[in-house]
């Protein structure tokens, strides 16, 4: 096994660990961290592949979105951030170990010429985010429309699973606003003048 292939099934391992942490750490802090590995990690597999666009992007897009994602999290979810604060410093083993983890597989992906690795020659003009593109859009167009669709109802399923347990939500029903009639809002109410209105009308 040469070391391309070691590093690209150690990789695997890490990202498939990282993402059964994700899912069943039970600290929000811990899942976060997870997420986070796991996202360089699939990036460190995509720069093996020779997809640095598709790198840079998930580094620079989902890692840096999952903490600003963490904290509307802690900030909808009405969590103790007391109680997270007190427990700062115990997160500090599992945050070493993510960053230790994360330096180990930029060493391995920057230097891997250096342990015998070799980069395949490419012709002159050649771009693999013009080819990513052309296979993304015309031979993998259908999964690639899939995993949107899955991707969209997954959004859904997570806004309803938010919202169904709150007491406090107004709900409006867009059909009966539209069906409403003016004779079911205004009332119009022919009230007799008061003695004392009848007199002042009278003086003036």
């Given amino acids: 096994m040469d070391f391309e292939t070691f590093v690209f099934y150690s990789f695997g391992a890490i990202l498939v660990a990282s993402g059964l942490r994700v899912v069943t750490a039970r600290n929000p802090v811990h899942a976060a961290l997870a997420l ?47 109680k997270l ?24 992906v920057l230097y891997g010429r250096s342990f015998g690795s070799q980069a395949v020659a490419e012709p ?4 693999n985010t013009k080819a990513l593109g052309s296979l993304l859009y ?11 669709v899955i991707l969209l109802v997954a959004i859904v399923a997570a806004i309803a699973l938010t919202m169904r347990h709150r007491k406090d939500t107004k709900y409006q029903n867009p059909a009966s606003q539209v069906a409403v009639r003016r004779q079911d809002r205004v009332r119009m ?11 002042l009308e009278s003086k003036e």
């Fill in 85 to 108: 604060r007190e427990g700062f410093w115990s997160y500090l083993p599992v945050a070493v170990a993510v960053a230790a983890i994360m330096g180990f597989e930029m060493v391995t």
């Fill in 189 to 199: 109410v022919k009230m007799k003048a008061t003695p004392r209105a009848a007199a």
């Fill in 36 to 82: 986070v590995l796991a996202f360089f990690t699939a990036a460190g597999l995509w720069i093996l592949l020779e997809a640095e666009f598709l790198a840079i992007t998930l580094v620079l897009v989902y890692v840096g979105a999952v903490m600003v994602l963490f904290l509307f999290v802690v900030m909808m979810l009405d969590l103790n951030l007391t």
């Fill in 138 to 148: 015309t031979q993998y167009l259908y999964p690639f429309e899939v995993a949107a």
């Fill in 124 to 127: 002159a003009g050649y771009s």
